[in-house]
T-cell receptor, first 112, second 114 residues
C-alpha cells in the first residue's frame, strides 16, 4: 500500500520568511496530492491540492510542486504570517473521492 | 465552502459502554465518508471507508465488530465504538466527499473512556 514520508517534523521560520515542507510517496499509481492545515482541536482544512498531470500549482502565498518521476511533492508558503502557525499534513491517493494516506505532519512555528 | 459537522465534539464515558459519533455533510450529498483516528501529536490514521447504502471497508488491523459504521443516507454516517475501553480514547475525525470534491473534514470528536 501507499506510504507517505514527510519532513521536517518541526519547522520554525521568522515571520515574513518562506517555509518549505517536503513529502515523498511510494505508490506510483497515486495521482492526487492534497495538503491540509490542522489547528489545535480542529479537523484538517484543505489548503491546496494537485493532480499528477500538473507540475506546479499556486494560490496566493501557497504553492505546491510535484515531481512524479521522483515521487516527491512540496508545499511552499511565502511571506509567512503568525496565523500560518499550525500542523501541516501532506497526503497521497488515487483521486479526490478515494482514500488518501497522510504523512506524519509538520508543526510550523512562525516566530515574531 | 463545504461543511461537515460532527457530533458530539467531546464525550466522556465509563469503560464498557458504547458511544455513537455522528458525521453529517450539511450542504452536499456525500457518496463517500471516511473515518480516521488521531492520537495526540500524531497523524490521521484511516480506519474505514463508508459508501452510502453499502458495508464499510475497514483498513487492516481495525476491528469491524468494535467500530461499527453505518452510512444510511447521503448526508449521515455514524461510528459506534462498542464496549469502549481506555485504550479507545482518541480523537475521531470524519470526512466526506462527493464525485470530484476533495475530502472535507469535520472538527472531530474527542473520546475519553474512564
Amino acid at each position: 500500500g501507499e506510504n507517505v514520508e514527510q519532513h521536517p517534523s518541526t519547522l520554525s521560520v521568522q515571520e515574513g520568511d518562506s517555509a518549505v515542507i517536503k513529502c515523498t510517496y511510494s505508490d506510483s499509481a497515486s495521482n492526487y496530492f492534497p495538503w491540509y492545515k490542522q489547528e489545535l482541536g480542529k479537523g484538517p482544512q484543505l489548503i491546496i491540492d494537485i493532480r499528477s498531470n500538473v507540475g506546479e500549482k499556486k494560490d496566493q502565498r501557497i504553492a505546491v510542486t510535484l515531481n512524479k518521476t521522483a515521487k516527491h511533492f512540496s508545499l511552499h508558503i511565502t511571506e509567512t504570517q503568525p496565523e500560518d502557525s499550525a500542523v501541516y499534513f501532506c497526503a497521497a491517493g488515487l483521486g479526490r473521492d478515494d482514500k488518501i494516506i497522510f504523512g506524519k505532519g509538520t508543526r510550523l512555528h512562525i516566530l515574531p | 465552502g463545504a461543511v461537515v459537522s460532527q457530533h458530539p465534539s467531546w464525550v466522556i464515558c465509563k469503560s464498557g459502554t458504547s458511544v455513537k459519533i455522528e458525521c453529517r455533510s450539511l450542504d452536499f450529498q456525500a457518496t463517500t465518508m471516511f473515518w480516521y483516528r488521531q492520537f495526540p501529536k500524531q497523524s490521521l490514521m484511516l480506519m474505514a471507508t463508508s459508501n452510502e447504502g453499502s458495508k464499510a471497508t475497514y483498513e487492516q488491523g481495525v476491528e469491524k465488530d468494535k467500530f461499527l459504521i453505518n452510512h444510511a443516507s447521503l448526508t449521515l454516517s455514524t461510528l459506534t465504538v462498542t464496549s469502549a475501553h481506555p485504550e479507545d480514547s482518541s480523537f475521531y475525525i470524519c470526512s466526506a466527499t462527493s464525485g470530484n470534491q476533495p475530502q472535507h473534514f469535520g472538527d472531530g470528536t474527542r473520546l475519553s473512556i474512564l
